[in-house]
Nanobody, 130 residues
């Protein structure tokens, strides 16, 4: 079965860059049938899609976070990464990596929603505080 596991720091200082890793097992991240996303949930708020990466390395980002977000991957390790720069306390959230299904194989998506994802990591709490 497909399993996703987040890893990274639990505490980040304001203005620093948050870097998280998602390790995927049971499926290749280079598949052309699925894409790989970062999603977060601040305390008391809804799930928020951050961005995704898909089979050719194409990325898509939430417009509200695009200027601070970079998603990349290491296909040899079956891992993908989130860099979120210039963090503030409002970035405090549980961060998830998750798998989504492409509408058709090989399509390039530019937007998705948390509800489009069928397999999730357990989530990792990230607190931004000095």
């Amino acid at each position: 079965q497909v399993h996703l596991q987040e890893s990274g720091p639990s505490l980040v200082k304001p203005s620093q860059t948050l870097t998280l890793t998602c390790t995927v097992s049971g499926a290749s991240i280079t598949t052309n049938t699925h894409y790989w996303s970062w999603i977060r949930q601040p305390p008391g708020k809804d799930l928020e899609w951050i961005g995704s990466i898909a089979h050719t390395g194409n990325t898509a980002y939430s417009p509200s976070l695009r200027s601070r977000t970079s998603i990349d991957w290491d296909t040899s390790k079956n891992q993908f990464f989130l860099d979120l720069s210039f963090v503030t306390p409002e970035d405090t959230a549980v961060y998830y990596c998750a798998r989504g299904a492409l509408p058709m194989p090989g399509i390039v998506i530019r937007h998705t929603t948390p509800q489009d994802h069928d397999v999730w990591g357990q989530g990792t709490q990230v607190t931004v505080s000095s």
